[in-house]
């Protein structure tokens, strides 16, 4: 009856698939909240890589290292302010995903935290912060690629940076579109 009792819960780790790749995006906004005469300067683009985790019964596990440029710049006319600053942000999701049934095409939801961390830019209260990650996508089934279009949500927990006079922030909520590849 052990053996029986072992055998079946050694059998859904056996059954998991690993799919490894990238994965890049546009977020619609920045970590940075700005009023003039600081102006939000940041890329719009998100790339990085993504370790995906095929469980049974349609579940999975993914975990995410993606990269963006955020920063800000302040106007020549005020340089007691300083001259603003361009720098990193890291974000490692890591989510719990429900794939509906499907063939080629199965829809997705997926749930989780991520972790942040800012480098490189002056003003930062915080340079770490945590958020509550929700999604929902699509993943394609090719031959040996797998594409998955998703929309992703996260909310921070803490503001990023100091407060200059109310003219510059964080902003909390973050929506972006994201593309994966996985082989």
């Known amino acids: 009856m052990r053996a029986l009792l072992l055998a079946v819960l050694l059998a859904a780790p056996l059954q998991a698939q690993l799919h490894l790749g990238i994965k890049g995006g546009v977020p619609f906004n920045d970590a940075v909240k700005t009023r003039n005469p600081f102006q939000s300067e940041f890329s719009r683009w998100t790339l990085g890589g993504v370790a995906e985790l095929d469980l049974p019964a349609g579940l999975g596990l993914e975990l995410d290292l993606l990269f963006r440029r955020t920063g800000y710049s302040v ?42 961390h800012i480098a490189d830019i002056p003003n930062l209260r915080n340079s770490g912060a945590r958020g509550v990650v929700l999604g929902a996508g699509l993943r394609i089934n090719a031959v040996l690629l797998r594409v998955s279009p998703e929309l992703r949500y996260t909310r921070w927990n803490n503001e990023a940076f100091q407060n200059a006079g109310g003219l510059l922030g964080s902003s909390r909520n973050q929506l972006e579109v994201l593309v994966g590849l996985t082989f």
């Open 75 to 116: 106007e020549a006319t005020e340089p007691a302010l300083g001259p603003g600053s361009t720098g990193s942000s890291w974000e490692f999701p890591l989510l719990l995903k429900y794939r509906f049934p499907g063939i080629m095409a199965r829809p997705y939801l997926s749930g989780g935290l991520s972790f942040r």
